[in-house]
């Protein structure tokens, strides 16, 4: 990738926040009417739609960057798979309830840490949307955590469950720290740290959290897909295909 300008830098910055957070709300969505019961149905909604509006803080900032030219709507609907740069972490599928807390653990950790960093950026535009999420990315590690162990050291199926889930979706972790052109750019302005800066705090939230749900950490893996520079897994066009249906089907239509 050849060195990016600071503009467009920033406007890929912005995008990949927002798609991450709008992909990770459209499956934790999925588990509406289907969670193992009524409290985490609505437990996990209520995380859905943290992520839906952080995804419209950040899509309206990268419309500001653009000049105007598209919509939230237009960044959700109307791109292909390609144009979306969210972490494949975020599209993975809800196989079972312990994928989707490990996942959310996964995510909670790294959102945690990186909002805590853009909180002293010096795009003021993007120090004031992490200080309004910083919150609710509290709560949803302290819902993550308590579910992970709770299930972990729970019975001998949901430790074996949360076992096989973190196997899964370990392999997706390097992502969160690889840094690119785009990131070393914004590092340098101080917009945005270093992903690589980010991981040893992480490690510190995760494994005492592991520990206390009897899991073991995965040994790091090769990772060939990169979500955030448009190289997706196979579960990211059917998610959107399903999300952008009516939307495309009725265009313009109004409630």
């Given at each position: 990738?050849?060195?990016?300008?600071?503009?467009?830098?920033?406007?890929?910055?912005?995008?990949?926040?927002?798609?991450?957070?709008?992909?990770?709300?459209?499956?934790?969505?999925?588990?509406?009417?289907?969670?193992?019961?009524?409290?985490?149905?609505?437990?996990?909604?209520?995380?859905?739609?943290?992520?839906?509006?952080?995804?419209?803080?950040?899509?309206?900032?990268?419309?500001?960057?653009?000049?105007?030219?598209?919509?939230?709507?237009?960044?959700?609907?109307?791109?292909?798979?390609?144009?979306?740069?969210?972490?494949a972490l975020a599209e993975q599928p809800n196989t079972d309830f312990a994928f989707a807390i490990v996942r959310q653990l996964l995510?909670?950790?790294?959102?945690?840490?990186?909002?805590?960093?853009?909180?002293?950026?010096?795009?003021?535009?993007?120090?004031?949307?992490?200080?309004?999420?910083?919150?609710?990315?509290?709560?949803?590690?302290?819902?993550?955590?308590?579910?992970?162990?709770?299930?972990?050291?729970?019975?001998?199926?949901?430790?074996?469950?949360?076992?096989?889930?973190?196997?899964?979706?370990?392999?997706?972790?390097?992502?969160?720290?690889?840094?690119?052109?785009?990131?070393?750019?914004?590092?340098?302005?101080?917009?945005?740290?270093?992903?690589?800066?980010?991981?040893?705090?992480?490690?510190?939230?995760?494994?005492?959290?592991?520990?206390?749900?009897?899991?073991?950490?995965?040994?790091?893996?090769?990772?060939?897909?990169?979500?955030?520079?448009?190289?997706?897994?196979?579960?990211?066009?059917?998610?959107?295909?399903?999300?952008?249906?009516?939307?495309?089907?009725?265009?313009?239509?109004?409630?």
């Amino acid at each position: 990738m050849s060195t990016p300008t600071l503009a467009a830098a920033r406007t890929a910055c912005v995008l990949r926040l927002a798609d991450t957070n709008l992909v990770l709300a459209q499956r934790l969505g999925e588990w509406i009417g289907h969670a193992p019961a009524l409290e985490e149905d609505l437990g996990l909604a209520n995380l859905a739609l943290d992520h839906l509006g952080q995804a419209r803080l950040f899509y309206g900032y990268a419309a500001e960057l653009e000049g105007g030219n598209r919509s939230e709507d237009d960044f959700a609907f109307l791109r292909d798979e390609s144009a979306f740069v969210n972490l494949a972490l975020a599209e993975q599928p809800n196989t079972d309830f312990a994928f989707a807390i490990v996942r959310q653990l996964l995510i909670d950790a790294y959102q945690l840490e990186l909002y805590a960093a853009l909180e002293r950026s010096s795009d003021e535009r993007l120090a004031q949307i992490a200080a309004k999420a910083l919150p609710e990315v509290r709560y949803h590690l302290r819902y993550s955590s308590g579910w992970a162990v709770r299930l972990g050291d729970g019975t001998p199926e949901s430790q074996r469950r949360m076992q096989v889930a973190l196997e899964a979706l370990w392999r997706f972790t390097p992502e969160l720290f690889a840094c690119d052109a785009i990131e070393q750019v914004l590092a340098a302005q101080s917009i945005a740290p270093d992903p690589a800066a980010l991981e040893s705090r992480w490690s510190a939230s995760i494994d005492p959290i592991l520990a206390r749900a009897t899991l073991q950490r995965p040994a790091d893996a090769s990772y060939p897909w990169y979500g955030k520079c448009g190289v997706h897994t196979e579960h990211l066009g059917p998610l959107l295909a399903q999300m952008q249906h009516l939307h495309r089907a009725h265009p313009g239509a109004r409630w």
